[in-house]
């Protein structure tokens, strides 16, 4: 039998009417926050290591403690937190006395995403997701039978944006083709390692296709929504970025923006819409199977009998991907230019690609400051100094989605 913790609920400052505000002491390192049956424990000693902070829950009901299977990449230790209870099974984590980019975290402990997670792992499993500010746009699945011209079309889209997307490296246990580099086209990954980091849940989702397993980690869609800090320091210039006016500090800021694409098959797809990753679902079609074929042998990658299954996996495709309603756009490759000219246009980039700009940005707190939620929105106020800035969360603008994903969110800041 577990010790039941002390939860801290409801914060003087909060003026509230829906969700409970839990607040830590100033300098407390950790945070409990009452969720129905359980109490989640964020941060103090459970950390999971020096980089991330730890999770533990309580359960009322059998009195004990036990740890999840924590999901995504968490936040870095804090000297404080306060912490909001928000619809769908999120808690909003607000750090004290952190850098921008890392201030603003969201702990999903029963959203869809989660519980899918848990039915699926037979275990109990949270997920972390950051807060930036403004609207970090949607990530892109592109399914589509195999040589339909997928690959290609990404290939135009990141070649004509480099900065504007980001590839997530899938896994793969089939072997590399001639051209293919390990962490760049694929992780090329052995059938029992891979089947174990999906056990292990660190697999956003997965699928058996053409005889061999695919999946796309939740590592590897980090990876591209932290490639923009990379990419600033690694080339200084940036070229492609968007500015925005930051009103606390009274300065532009450049941020180079990446959106996640994502190259799955219609199985993976599946998963996704059923998870909490907010995508854009794009089908490709080919204009006939006879043109499918000679694509896929023009190509040249693959044997008699490989082409063979694709192809006869390719129909049973083509009829999902236009009657299952998990692709709320298809796009025929016929004419490549017309094909990448339509695609570009139902992704708003025909010409305007600085007016679709994203603003992947962090959230600058003040150094001390007081946390209060008003309806749907949390308002932080500095303190102790005689121009005080305010920051609005708008929590009903939160867009994106967990985990290892950045979460959009509307900030305000007001200086008076
Ligand atoms: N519109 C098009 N017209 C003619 N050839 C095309 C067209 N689009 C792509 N191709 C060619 O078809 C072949 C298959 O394209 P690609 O490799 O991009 O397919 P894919 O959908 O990514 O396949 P896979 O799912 O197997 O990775 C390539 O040789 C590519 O150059
Ligand atoms: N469900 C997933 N499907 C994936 C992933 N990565 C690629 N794919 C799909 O596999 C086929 C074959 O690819 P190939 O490179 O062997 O020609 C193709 O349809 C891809 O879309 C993944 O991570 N998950």
Redesign the pocket.
């Known amino acids: 039998m577990g010790e039941a913790p002390a939860v801290l609920v409801d914060h003087p400052e909060n003026g509230h009417s829906n969700g409970v505000c839990v607040k830590s002491e100033p300098e407390n390192t950790e945070i409990t926050v009452d969720v129905g049956d359980r109490i989640f424990l964020i941060g103090g000693n459970h950390e999971r290591n020096n980089f991330s902070i730890g999770v533990q829950i309580y359960d009322k009901i059998s009195n004990n403690w036990f740890s999840p299977i924590v999901l995504g990449t968490g936040p870095k230790p804090s000297k404080g937190y306060s912490a909001f209870v928000l619809e769908q099974g999120r808690i909003l984590v607000i750090k004290k006395g952190s850098p921008r980019n890392d201030s603003i975290w969201f702990l999903e402990v029963d959203s869809p995403y989660v519980r899918e997670q848990k039915k699926l792992l037979r275990k109990e499993v949270v997920a972390w997701s950051k807060g930036v500010r403004g609207n970090a746009e949607k990530p892109i699945v592109i399914s ?1 039978p ?7 079309l990404i290939s135009m889209l990141m070649k004509e944006f480099p900065s504007m997307f980001g590839f997530s490296v899938s896994h793969t246990t089939r072997s590399p083709r001639s051209m293919e580099m390990d962490g760049v086209h694929y992780y090329f990954a052995d059938k029992k390692v891979m089947e174990k980091e999906i056990k292990d849940g660190k697999f956003l989702e997965f699928a058996s296709v053409h005889g061999n397993l695919y999946g796309t980690s939740i590592e590897s869609v980090e990876a591209v929504t932290d490639s923009g800090k990379v990419y600033k320091k690694a080339f200084g210039l940036i070229t492609d970025a968007f500015c925005v006016f930051d009103l606390l500090n009274n300065e532009f800021c450049f941020c180079p923006t990446q959106r996640c694409i994502l ?1 799955i098959d219609v199985q993976g797809a599946r998963s996704v819409r059923a998870s909490s990753l907010d995508a854009i679902f794009i089908f ?1 079609c080919p204009p006939s199977m006879k043109e499918l074929e000679d ?2 042998r ?2 040249g990658t693959e044997t008699e009998e490989q082409i063979q299954k ?1 192809l006869r996996n390719a129909e049973a495709e083509i009829k999902e991907g236009i009657s299952s309603g998990i692709f709320g756009l298809i796009l025929y ?4 230019e017309e ?1 990448y000219k339509k695609l570009k246009n139902l992704l708003g980039l025909d010409g305007l690609a600085h007016v679709n700009g994203v603003e992947i940005e962090g959230i600058n707190l003040p150094i001390e400051y007081t946390v209060s939620k008003m309806e749907d929105k949390i308002i932080i106020q500095e303190t102790g100094k005689e121009t005080r800035n305010k920051i609005v969360l708008d929590i009903s603008s939160l867009n994106g989605g967990a985990p290892g994903r950045t979460r959009g969110i509307l900030v305000d800041a007001i200086k008076f």
């Open positions: 589509g195999s040589g339909v011209g997928k690959g290609t190259d490709v694509r896929l023009a190509r694709r490759n016929d004419n490549l094909c």
